[in-house]
Structures are given as C-alpha cells and as structure tokens.
C-alpha cells in the first residue's frame, strides 16, 4: 500500500519490531475512511490534506501518557507493563525506562526533566535524561494521594495535576486515603502543594494554555470539560463549563483549540476551537483513546495513545505547548 506524501511515518512498529503492513486495498479504505470523513467537520481544517490516521506501534497492554521532548521525540508508557515508551523522531521504538514506577501521565518541564504520575506508589516523579527520579509528592498533609493521573507544567515551572482513584492490581489498599478527587497545584521551586479544584467526580485529562492564563480540566465522570483563569500564586478563578463532555487526556494546539480523547461511539479524539465549538474529529479503530499530544520536529503531529496502540496523523497546527 503506498503512503500519502502526508503520512508521519514511513514504517510501522509492533512489539518493538520494525514492519510494514501487508493490507488489501477494501481492508485499507475501511481503516481510513472514518478520519478522511471527520475533517470535513469544520470550516477551518486543522487535519493537513490528505492526512490519514497511521497505527505506528502496537502490542502494548495499554498505552498512556504521550508527550515530546525539545527535539520531538514523543514518550509514552505501556502502564500495564511498568514502562516508558520513546517514538524518536527518526521513527525507531525504544524502551526508556523500566520499571517506571507505573507511570501514568506525563509532561516535560523547561529543563528537560520528564515530570511523571508515578501510581504505584502514588507520587509524582521528575525523571532527569539520565533516568535519576526525583520524588516530588508522596502525600498531602500526610495523606497519601489517590493516584496522580494527568499532569501539566506552567510556563512558570508550577505543576498542576489530577488525582482521581482508580483501584490498580499492584496496589495492597482498596479505599482512598483523601476525602475527595481533587486537582493539586505544586509551586515553582517545589515548595507549596494544594488542592485548587475539590469539586469535581473524577478529575482526569489536564491541559493549559502557553501563556499560563488558563487551564482545562476533564471531569471524566461527570461528563464536563472545564475551563478556569489562574491567578497569581497558583489558584483557579472563574470557572466555566468549556465542552459538555469528558475526556480522558487533553492537549492544545496553537490556535488555542482543545483535543479531548472522545469515548464510547466518538471514540477517537475531537477537536473543540476556543468557542468550545466541535470542529473535527479523529476516529481511531480501538476501544479506548486514552490520551494525545503534539510531537515530530516541527510538532505539527498528532500523536494518540488507544489501548494496545500508537497512532499519528499529520496536522495543519503545531502544538501549543512545548512538551504537551
């Protein structure tokens, strides 16, 4: 089957071997089809033309977390599996770390450190490039954290993360040692961490803007997307309902427009412009979309973690952020 000129890769990755698919024409337009379908759904076409949704990795018992560093280079974990992932940018499949302390979702900061929800043992790590972990927050007012999920870093170095429960099999407890789900923020210089959202189901997906003005959360229970300001200091203002659905993680491109890893008969990931208006979709062939983000040299490719898989698929955007 011969690529598009558009495609984000040129070869394709299962259980850590280098393959090139072998698929019939019919099997092929069927694959295809449901992206070429969701980019006409807005009148500006963030999906480059001709762009198809390619499956470059597989085999994993499920993957999570994606995010680039400086060069593109896209991390992901196969959580599951205790491991971090690396899609280099020269399209090659590596194993980065294992164990890695069932690592969950994942943002690189300013200094290259890979700032990780560590939930074995509900903590949240920094990761230097030579692999040391930095334990950042093992609890809260002595408590300990319910499992740290999502996480994104503020252009000012402040970490916001999401802390749902989620009963995991490596886990020796089945009951919360917090009194809710809460979103917790860490101070530049790592010194102050609080709740700056207790009024959620679950919290999950989290996501802001370049600026440090504003940031998106996903209440994946109870089905809403919100938007806040961030004040000085940290702390959420005005909160307002942004999309009238869940996701589970979230990125930005650089026209401020939100993805949300849809579920259920939307699985895939859908694109909501600043309006909080749908402007497109990305159907992926799996049960579950877990997570998204922006990678490649130029990050203006969009990677997506789906249950046992890696998809990409070439955008007219680059991503917002740095690492997310």
Known sequence: MKRPKQGCSFKTAIRGQLWRP???????????????????????????????????????????????DRHGNVFFVDQPNNRIMVWSVAGKLSTFMRPSGHAN?????????????????????????????????????????????????????????????????????STMDLPGQFVFYLSPGRKRFFPVAKDLKKPNGITGTPDGKTLYVADIQGNRTWRYDILPGGSLTNKTLFYPKGSDGMTIDADDDLYLCATGPTNGVTIVNPEGRRIGHVAVPEKWSANVCFGGPDRKTLFITASKSLYCIRMNVRGANPAK
């Open 105 to 173: 979702g994942m943002c690189f900061d300013a200094k290259g450190d890979l700032i990780a929800c560590a939930d074995e043992h509900n903590q949240l790590w920094a990761i230097a490039p030579d692999k040391t972990v930095t334990v950042l927050v093992t609890n809260f007012q002595g408590k300990y954290l319910n499992g740290p999920n999502d996480v994104w870093v503020a252009p000012n170095g402040g970490i916001y993360l999401t802390d749902p429960f989620y009963k995991r099999k490596w886990w020796d407890h």
């Open 22 to 68: 072998k698929l019939s024409v019919k099997a092929a337009l069927a694959f295809l089809i449901p992206v070429s379908l969701a980019v006409s759904l807005g009148a500006r076409t963030v999906i480059a033309p001709g762009a198809k949704l390619e499956k470059i990795a597989g085999g994993f018992a499920f993957t999570e977390g994606p995010t680039c």
